[in-house]
């Protein structure tokens, strides 16, 4: 039984937002944004609504792959910003494209969402439950976004991208690795939902300094423990695909893994942080580009919000 991604797509609103135009809002500057983190642009959805980059995504899958709606077994969407809690985004994919024979929910690990979602779709494919998969990383975390908080606001960004998974005799996940610190899950927090509910407390709130070290350290371990596991070694990785939280993390893993920087791909100067959107937005973008190649062995890495971090390696 194995695993193969037959389609890929991506989508993110039209509003771009520069860090000139943050300059204008906030004590900020370009170079200090720039330098700090990599971004220079992030696109910023006017509605809020996740579910409809989402479904913009989900079109695309069946167009692209040549399927119709009724042929997808399961929807999965990984986000922390879903429109609302109930119905979840993934039941309002499934109910505009409709997919009737499909079953539909969210899944949340923040940042790590989509790497998670393919360990779940693994699973699924391999008990038999589901044929094929739609998983779609989707995010609108401008409406988490508390505009006054430099030291956030700066950071994320909107889209979506996704995934058509399905059994193959010539591809297969190698490995995968979840992990949780829950213990530290206060250095990252968004939606906090105390009762009353409090507009305020559904903002970003984060301790940068905190989740970068657990960036840093965590995710190089995380990196190396699913690759010896997977009986492989660094070199055999032609791709390692890291959510894309700060350009600064992905050079430091980089160099801790003592891999060519070449081998990291980075899209965040123009997306910004898009949590569980960034990993499909990435790959999504490395095969347009045709980056990636039937037979390339590839690893994501997802890390953030629990804390969290899921590493996974595709012969793709
Ligand atoms: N513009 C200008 N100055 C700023 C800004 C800003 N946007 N934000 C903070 N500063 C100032 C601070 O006030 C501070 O000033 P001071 O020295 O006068 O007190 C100074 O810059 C340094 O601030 P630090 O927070 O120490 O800056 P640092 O070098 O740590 O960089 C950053 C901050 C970029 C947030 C970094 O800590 C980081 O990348 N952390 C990881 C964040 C991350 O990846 N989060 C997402 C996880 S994924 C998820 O699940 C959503």
Known sequence: MGFQITAAAS????????????????????????SRTGITQRYISENGRTSELCINVAQQLLKQHGLKAHDI????VATMSPDSLTPSTASIVQGAIGAERA????LNAACSGFVY???????M????MAKRIMLIGGEVLSKLVDWSDRGTAVLFGDGAGGVIIQDSEYSNMLNS????IGEQGQYLTAGVMNKPVQVSDFNFEMN?????????????????????EAGLELKDIDHFLLHQANARIIKQVAKKLNEPIEKFPCNIDRFGNTAAASEPLLLAEQLANNKIKRGDVILLSGFGGGLTIATTIIKF
């Open 103 to 106: 079953g539909a929910f969210d």
């Open 177 to 180: 690795k979840l992990e949780s």
């Open 208 to 228: 940068g300094r905190r989740v970068y070290e657990f960036a840093t350290k965590q995710v190089p371990y995380s990196i190396e423990e699913t690759v010896s």
């Open 125 to 128: 494919l391999k008990s038999g």
């Open 117 to 123: 979602g393919m360990s779940v779709a693994n699973g």
């Open 73 to 76: 077994d399961l929807i999965i």
């Open 11 to 34: 989508y993110v609103p039209t509003k771009v937002v520069s860090n000139q135009d943050l300059e204008s809002m906030m004590d900020t500057s370009d170079e200090w944004i720039k």
